[in-house]
């Protein structure tokens, strides 16, 4: 399987370029690995174990995305991981989190980009309450040292966020992902073999997880009127049940974006609904497409078609940014 590996390259300094050439040897073994840099240079050395292909970070070519298996973004608080954090909530993946403050590159991009500022404050005041909010933003307008304040504000889930799945080197890191729905490993990185091993077993488990979008949620809060038009009622024993256990009029799992989830719904009940068993000519059955139909929250296992030239991974002619 294809693996796109985005990560400070050696002979650069920090913890992801260092344990890049730790564990390349053994990672290149179980895959084929495509490392993908913004750097000018790099070691020939790790040439021996992976292709390395220099890429536009701030605009890459999709299609280099679309053709792997898996993308794995290396995030160590340096100034270089700040733009493959960014493409990662572009184009979901697995997120490696080093160990080390990552308050300070999260300050810098949130003053860059008002985006990144908003992702910022509503992770801090989800999690530390008003008064964290507070202190970050004394950060921002430079009140306040984010250097400082870095031991009490560590950032593991915003690093984490959006991904397919994350690995972290300590105990003490997976704790603050305690709530996070995607798969979660530990790793520590001073022993490469246990760490390709975990590694490997993570992708696999990233590569099953299907996050649950906008367009579910929104089937969920329009479920009771849906049923009136289609013939179901939300209560029926007999009405169709999504992945989750929840009634559903339609036979949709609705894990797509709401723009497909909207048009499916509308598109059915102007057909006369779904009869109880399958979807009609046209419409998507539960785990599969109809005929014109969106496939199950975006492409398949394999992601999308070889080079198809999209953020993320719809459906055969769509597009849509992964992450966002």
């Known amino acids: ?110 003053r860059d980009e008002p985006a990144d500022r908003e992702r910022l404050e509503t992770h801090v005041e989800e999690r530390y309450g008003r008064g964290g909010l507070e202190e970050i933003q004394a950060c921002l307008d430079g009140t306040a040292s984010a250097g400082d304040l870095a031991d009490r504000y560590p950032l593991t889930g915003l690093a984490a966020r959006g991904t397919l799945g994350v690995l972290v080197g300590s105990r003490d890191a997976a704790e603050r992902l305690a709530s996070a729905r995607p798969p979660v490993a530990v790793a520590p990185p001073g022993d490469p073999a246990a760490w390709a091993e975990a590694f490997a077993g993570l992708v696999q488990s990233a590569r099953r997880y299907r996050p649950l979008s906008a367009g579910h949620v929104l089937a969920e809060a329009v479920s009771d009127e849906l049923a009136a038009w289609s013939g179901f009622a939300a209560s029926d024993e007999h009405a169709p049940r999504s992945e989750a256990g929840t009634r559903h009029p339609l036979h949709r799992r609705f894990v797509t974006p709401v723009g497909h989830a909207v048009d499916e719904l509308l598109r059915q009940t102007r057909e006369g609904g779904a009869a109880e068993g399958g979807a009609g000519e046209g419409g998507a059955s539960e785990g599969g497409d109809g005929e014109g139909g969106a496939s199950e929250g975006g492409s398949g296992e394999g992601d999308s078609g070889e080079g198809g030239d999209h953020e993320g991974g719809d459906g055969e002619g769509g597009a849509r940014k992964g992450g966002e």
Do not use: C, K
């Open 1 to 110: 399987m294809r693996l796109n590996w985005l990560s400070p390259l050696p002979p650069a300094e920090g913890p992801a370029a260092a344990l890049t050439a730790a564990v390349l040897p053994l990672v290149g073994e179980r895959f084929g690995v495509v490392l993908m840099s913004g750097a000018e240079g790099w070691d020939p050395a790790i040439e021996e174990y992976a292709e390395v292909a220099r890429v536009d970070l701030a605009e890459p070519a999709w299609a280099d995305f679309n053709r792997a298996g898996m993308t794995v973004y290396h995030v160590d608080g340096g100034a270089a991981s700040g733009e493959i954090w960014r493409l990662a909530q572009r184009h979901p993946g697995v997120v490696v989190v080093h160990d080390g403050p990552l308050l300070p590159l999260f300050v810098e991009l949130a």
